[in-house]
């Protein structure tokens, strides 16, 4: 194997300013989540030209094939690259910047499409090395509810042939360009959507006893429902309720009818994640209600949590060690945010990991910010690990 891991990273090195130009022209033509088609049709050409077999419109745009190994029948890894971007003005200052104004790719799916182009250009290459085979996955539409990975999963793309573990990468600004992070079990939280509607009485705001103000009720319910986390929420469950958007269409002098509260729900445990749900209805309508408004809570249930196998977790970690060196690999912590890769964590073994993108002496601009750049220098390491990881666990 150490041959093949020399072989990779010479390959890897090889196809680096291919994959960049790759990567600069999804970021210049970004697309939002289900509307990937010229995302869809770019990946479509590469992998015709390469000669590379695959079905298009999976769930709308998305995309997926199989590179079978020349050494016979084994174990089918699963590769996934989500495809979407985000309705963001783009103030990165690169100087490919995005055409498509108002969309930008600031979560770095640019980056996840590339690289996986350029493992799929390796191992193809190598399959008279491995059996089994590489199943690679195009996913639309990450960044928007239901999901493009539940669709997928309906549509079989884990069936046909049946996937044995599913990898996914995703880019990370907090980490040195071309490290990985890696956390077994329990690694992103779940996501819920909250809606709240609160109608009371407008009126003048000079005469605020004639009137049953949303604005004042709308604000008590955010506060009580920060008490969930701090006086219901286990301790041992790490938990948060944010409200994003705070609608009340007033003016200055004038108390409006009603408010609209938007906001979101993470954690990591399913039973206490229903009592969430519980609880902020009951809470925002017992406030409301006490103060003579009517209360309307809707809760959007979003993805769950993303579990890591961590058998499949640990031996990747060590493949990491061997493909690059020990100080490289890294220990991930908890994180709140979401990803609806958990969906393929769900019915299969898998693994969602990290690689490192940040600049040495730039600021860092996190994800999902206008200003988010990556450092490209971390694309090979990226197809490079991508490669290492599907060789080594058909081999194992």
């Given at each position: 194997?150490?041959?093949?891991?020399?072989?990779?990273?010479?390959?890897?090195?090889?196809?680096?300013?291919?994959?960049?130009?790759?990567?600069?022209?999804?970021?210049?033509?970004?697309?939002?989540?289900?509307?990937?088609?010229?995302?869809?049709?770019?990946?479509?050409?590469?992998?015709?030209?390469?000669?590379?077999?695959?079905?298009?419109?999976?769930?709308?745009?998305?995309?997926?094939?199989?590179?079978?190994?020349?050494?016979?029948?084994?174990?089918?890894?699963?590769?996934?690259?989500?495809?979407?971007?985000?309705?963001?003005?783009?103030?990165?200052?690169?100087?490919?910047?995005?055409?498509?104004?108002?969309?930008?790719?600031?979560?770095?799916?640019?980056?996840?499409?590339?690289?996986?182009?350029?493992?799929?250009?390796?191992?193809?290459?190598?399959?008279?090395h491995f059996s089994g085979g590489i199943k690679f996955i195009f996913q639309p539409s990450e960044e928007k509810y239901p999901?493009?990975?539940?669709?997928?999963?309906?549509?079989?793309?884990?069936?046909?042939?049946?996937?044995?573990?599913?990898?996914?990468?995703?880019?990370?600004?907090?980490?040195?360009?071309?490290?990985?992070?890696?956390?077994?079990?329990?690694?992103?939280?779940?996501?819920?959507?909250?809606?709240?509607?609160?109608?009371?009485?407008?009126?003048?705001?000079?005469?605020?006893?004639?009137?049953?103000?949303?604005?004042?009720?709308?604000?008590?319910?955010?506060?009580?429902?920060?008490?969930?986390?701090?006086?219901?929420?286990?301790?041992?469950?790490?938990?948060?309720?944010?409200?994003?958007?705070?609608?009340?269409?007033?003016?200055?002098?004038?108390?409006?009818?009603?408010?609209?509260?938007?906001?979101?729900?993470?954690?990591?445990?399913?039973?206490?994640?229903?009592?969430?749900?519980?609880?902020?209805?009951?809470?925002?309508?017992?406030?409301?209600?006490?103060?003579?408004?009517?209360?309307?809570?809707?809760?959007?249930?979003?993805?769950?949590?993303?579990?890591?196998?961590?058998?499949?977790?640990?031996?990747?970690?060590?493949?990491?060690?061997?493909?690059?060196?020990?100080?490289?690999?890294?220990?991930?912590?908890?994180?709140?945010?979401?990803?609806?890769?958990?969906?393929?964590?769900?019915?299969?073994?898998?693994?969602?990991?990290?690689?490192?993108?940040?600049?040495?002496?730039?600021?860092?601009?996190?994800?999902?910010?206008?200003?988010?750049?990556l450092n490209e220098k971390s694309i090979a390491n990226a197809i490079g690990l991508m490669s290492w990881f599907a060789?080594?666990?058909?081999?194992?």
């Amino acid at each position: 194997m150490a041959d093949i891991k020399e072989l990779i990273k010479k390959k890897s090195s090889e196809i680096f300013d291919e994959i960049v130009t790759i990567r600069r022209m999804f970021h210049q033509n970004p697309e939002l989540s289900t509307q990937e088609f010229a995302t869809a049709e770019i990946i479509h050409n590469i992998l015709f030209d390469l000669g590379i077999e695959h079905q298009t419109g999976i769930a709308g745009t998305g995309i997926v094939g199989v590179i079978y190994g020349e050494k016979g029948s084994g174990k089918i890894i699963g590769l996934r690259a989500d495809m979407d971007a985000l309705p963001i003005l783009e103030a990165s200052g690169v100087g490919f910047t995005s055409l498509n104004k108002g969309v930008m790719h600031a979560c770095g799916h640019d980056m996840h499409m590339a690289s996986l182009i350029g493992c799929v250009k390796i191992l193809n290459e190598l399959k008279e090395h491995f059996s089994g085979g590489i199943k690679f996955i195009f996913q639309p539409s990450e960044e928007k509810y239901p999901g493009g990975a539940i669709q997928m999963i309906k549509e079989g793309v884990l069936q046909n042939p049946k996937v044995d573990s599913m990898l996914g990468m995703h880019v990370m600004p907090e980490l040195p360009m071309g490290v990985v992070g890696l956390k077994p079990e329990k690694y992103m939280a779940s996501t819920d959507e909250i809606y709240i509607t609160i109608s009371g009485r407008g009126g003048h705001a000079a005469n605020p006893h004639q009137n049953i103000d949303p604005i004042v009720i709308g604000s008590q319910v955010v506060i009580a429902l920060q008490q969930i986390v701090s006086r219901y929420a286990p301790p041992s469950i790490p938990t948060v309720i944010s409200f994003g958007r705070f609608e009340g269409l007033g003016r200055t002098n004038i108390i409006p009818d009603e408010v609209k509260l938007e906001g979101t729900i993470r954690t990591f445990d399913e039973k206490w994640r229903k009592k969430t749900h519980q609880l902020i209805e009951e809470i925002a309508c017992g406030t409301a209600t006490s103060f003579g408004a009517k209360c309307l809570v809707f809760i959007d249930k979003g993805y769950p949590f993303i579990y890591n196998n961590p058998e499949l977790t640990e031996r990747l970690k060590q493949s990491a060690i061997c493909f690059l060196n020990e100080s490289e690999v890294v220990d991930l912590d908890l994180r709140m945010t979401a990803e609806d890769f958990s969906y393929f964590a769900k019915e299969v073994p898998s693994c969602f990991y990290r690689i490192g993108v940040a600049f040495d002496k730039e600021e860092i601009f996190n994800l999902h910010s206008s200003k988010f750049k990556l450092n490209e220098k971390s694309i090979a390491n990226a197809i490079g690990l991508m490669s290492w990881f599907a060789y080594s666990e058909l081999m194992r």
